[in-house]
């Protein structure tokens, strides 16, 4: 690896002044389990690492009934995993973030890292898209909110300015009668990146009918997908089997995916369509 | 920023229950410290990348790859490598199980995968199959097929848990 500057601020103010400091080129760190191994490949070569796990708005998990779920931007996966309040209220969440790598990587990966890497196949950013997380960023011109469906543009590219930093996720407190899953397709049973995945979330009215729905996807698009035609479909229906394949085929429609090593255009398409309907009778199951 | 403007930083720790200190570059991960500066060479790298779990240390208790963190990070910590696992009264029940299942044969992974476990079982003393499967899977070996190596990791469950009658 390229040599570059370690620095640890204990705060979100001194962490924006280093990564805004226009005279190097500074990188958040955070689990670095993209980042070391992208710099190893030569992919960046920034000056100065700006170690984001010592700056307690980052490290905090907190739940509210009311005010909903905050995820600090440096929570690893394990922690959140390990969450009562987030096992309870958020299991499609935990779907996500418990499959991202085996228990070493779990400890050090973020959600943060994973939204901010933006890869197109990031196991979290559909699950949080259909929970309807937003992203707080702190910057040199002050703080933003940012819908997580608007935040990844390109591969590895978010909307993230010079200076700026993810600071913590939010997600709206669960509504009544609502459940969220997430599924991915690899071909063993841990530890690889997804050839398709699909979230699903599902908000039902007192007589059963679907009021609400949403359904993202990962690995079919340069960037995780929301097919909000998908979801909108399925608002007044009952949850049946039917409109479920129903809204897969618009997920399969609208998804744009590519051919390469982890599989074909023609396998990820099939794919969503299956995992959009298992994700869909998942979160149906978790509104009960 | 030139290189020369780079220079080694001096990192209090601890390691296997004893205070360290060594100075290393930002750029060095904490495999490259353990190995190439404090010689503890138990650790291993396979892949340098995450994928294989050579290089499995705990980090506070906590199970990581060492080629993801770097050096630097571990100042005012507590890492254990495979070297602090057996004491003076000898290998820890976790290798002596190893040992006797057969829980090896080149022994490349084993320092990760007897670390792995230590972190299993302190944190769940009475795996499933299952469990073992998922929880060694960021560990990678070429040679035992794992079957062994799970039961290896039943047996060292049951040394260490009072309560466990050996079917091993
Ligand atoms: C063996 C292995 C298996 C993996 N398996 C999976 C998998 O199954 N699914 C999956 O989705 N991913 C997987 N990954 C990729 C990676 O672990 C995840 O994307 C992880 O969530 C990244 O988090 P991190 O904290 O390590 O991020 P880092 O590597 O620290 O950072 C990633 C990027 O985000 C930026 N960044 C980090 N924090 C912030 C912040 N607060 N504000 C602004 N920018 C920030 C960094 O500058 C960097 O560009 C795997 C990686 C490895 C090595
Ligand atoms: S050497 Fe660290 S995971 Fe392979
Ligand atoms: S014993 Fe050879 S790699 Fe596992």
Known sequence: MQPFTYQAPTSVGEAVTLLADSTHQARPFAGGTDLLVQMRRGLYAPELLVDVKHIPELNRIAFDPTAGLTIGAAVSCAWLCDHPAVRQHYPGLIDAASIIGGAAIQRRATLGGNLCNAAPSGDSIPALIVLGATATVAGPHGTRSIPVADFCIAPGKTVLGPGELLVALRIPPPVPRSGACYLRFIPRGEMDIAVAGAGAWLALGEDGSITDARIALSAVAPTPLWVKAAGEALIGQSPTEDAFKEAAAIAQAAARPISDVRGTAAQRRHLVGVLTRRALQGAYQRTK | ?168
């Open chain 2, 1 to 168: 920023m030139t290189q020369s403007k780079i220079t080694k930083q001096l990192v209090s720790t601890t390691i296997n229950g004893e205070p360290v200190e060594f100075l290393c570059e930002p750029q060095q991960s904490l495999l490259e410290c353990l190995r190439d500066i404090l010689g503890l060479t138990g650790t291993k790298e396979g892949c340098n990348d995450g994928n294989c779990g050579a290089c499995s240390v705990l980090l506070d208790g906590q199970l990581v790859n060492s080629c993801l963190v770097l050096g630097v990070e571990i100042e005012g910590r507590a890492v254990t490598t495979v070297e602090g696992l057996a004491d003076w009264r000898g290998l820890h029940p976790i290798q002596q199980a190893f040992l006797e299942a057969g829980g090896f044969q080149c022994g490349f992974c084993t320092p990760g995968i007897l670390i792995a476990t230590k972190a299993l079982l302190d944190r769940k003393p009475n795996p499933s199959e299952a469990e073992i499967r998922a929880w060694l899977s960021g560990n990678l070996c070429r040679c035992t097929g794992y079957d062994k190596i799970v039961r290896a990791v039943q047996a060292a469950a049951c040394h260490l848990n009072t309560e466990c009658e050996v079917d091993a």
